[in-house]
Every structure is written in C-alpha cells, then in structure tokens.
C-alpha cells in the first residue's frame, strides 16, 4: 500500500517568513495530493491540492509543486502569518470511479512567532 | 447540513463496553470515509463506503469493529467491547464520487476508553 513520510515534523518561523514542509509517497499510481490545516481540536481543513498532470499549484500565500519521478511533493507558505500557526498534514490518493482513500503524512506542527 | 455532522463530540467508555459512533454527511455525498487519528498522528483510514455499499474495510484494526451506512446516507461505526488502544479521534469524511475527490471532515468523536 501507500506509504507517506513528512518532514519536519515541528517547524517555528517568525512572523512574514516562509514555510517549507516536505512529502514523499511510494506509490507511483497515486495521482491526487491535498494539504490539509488542522487546528486544535478541530476538523481537517483542505488548505489545496494537487493532481499529478501538473507540476505547481499556487493559491494566494500558499503553493504546492509535485515531483512525480522522485515522488515527492511539498508546501510553501510565505508570508507567515501567526493564523497559520496549526498542524499540516499531507496526503496521497488513487482517484478512481468511486473513493478516493487518502493516506496521510505524520504531520508537521507549525508554529509563527511574532 | 451545511457540513459533515459527527455525534458525539466526546465518549467516555468503560473498558469491555460497546460504543456507537454517528456521522451525517454532506446531503448528496456518495462516498463515506470514517479515519482513526490518534494523538500527534495523521488520520489513518478504516473503511469506504459508496453510498449504502461497504467496499473497502482493510483498514478495521479487529473484528470488534463495525461500520454500516443502511440507506446510504448517515452512517455509525460501531466498536464492540471497547479497549483503552481505542482511544482516538474518530472523524468521518464525505466527497462527492468520481474526479471531485475533495474529502470534506467532520469534527470527529473523542473516544476515551478508561
């Protein structure tokens, strides 16, 4: 099966620098690669995603890129904000017909310090 | 609902004793995920439903564990004579089926197995 690492596991930035975490994945079929915030206590949220026919994604802060041959993918988040301070988490897929079973990365606690 | 529902937020149980867990998706969602999330861990995957249709359990850690969605909508993950390893956050996710894989996530049950 799908197996996902993530790195770092704890990163503190300082308030309006940028965050890096970084995925792989072993499964070469998976093809679906979402980031999702999860905040004390509370629901996973899909922050972006990406699928494998595209090599970068941005939305606003946030920007994701996929490197299929080293299958390995990874979030950047600039201008870091102290609302961005929650754990991340990573995760790969096979879309197929019907679910779209997500295994997810250990994740990585996020910290911005004013 | 305007999203995924989950009840009960938090479940005190007493060793050997059964538990129920709910979860109401978004109206019209036909896939049905229910994840295990332990504590400082990314959510793990126990089972997929595609409408009232159980087609992947792979991830039940034992037979003690249940899952059904009888009429295709809600569905309740039922744990039978409960073990303090079974203490986690229970959440339950929904999509739509098909290529629009994104998982949306209840706020999950807090089981606490004393």
């Known amino acids: 099966g799908e197996n996902v690492e993530q790195h770092p596991s704890t990163l503190s930035v300082q308030e309006g620098d940028s965050a890096v975490i970084k995925c792989t994945y072993s499964?070469?079929?998976?093809?679906?690669f979402p980031w999702y915030k999860q905040e004390l206590g509370k629901r996973p949220q899909l922050i972006i995603d990406?699928?494998?026919?595209?090599g970068e994604k941005k939305d606003q802060r946030i920007a994701v890129t996929l490197n299929k041959t080293a299958k390995h993918f990874s979030l950047h988040i600039t201008e870091t904000q102290p609302e961005d301070s929650a754990v991340y988490f990573c995760a790969a897929s096979r879309i197929t017909g019907g679910g779209n079973k997500l295994t997810f990365g250990t994740g990585t606690q996020l910290k911005v310090e004013l | 609902g305007a999203g995924v529902s989950q009840s009960p937020r938090y479940k005190v149980a007493k060793r050997g004793q059964d538990v129920a867990l709910r979860c109401d998706p978004i109206s019209g969602h036909v896939s049905l995920f229910w994840y295990q999330q332990a504590l400082g861990q990314g959510p793990e995957f126990l089972t997929y439903?595609?409408?009232?249709?159980?087609?992947?359990k792979s991830g039940l850690p034992s037979d003690r564990f249940f899952a059904e969605r009888p009429e295709g909508s809600v569905s309740t993950l039922k744990i039978q004579r409960t073990q303090q390893e079974d203490s986690a956050v229970y959440l339950c996710?929904?999509?739509?089926?098909?290529?629009?894989?994104?998982?949306?996530f209840g706020q999950g049950t807090r089981l606490t197995v004393v």
């Open positions: 990406i699928r494998s026919n595209v």
């Open positions: 439903f595609q409408n009232e249709a159980q087609l992947d």
């Open positions: 499964d070469s079929a998976s093809n679906y």
């Open positions: 996710a929904s999509s739509l089926a098909g290529q629009r894989a994104e998982a949306f």
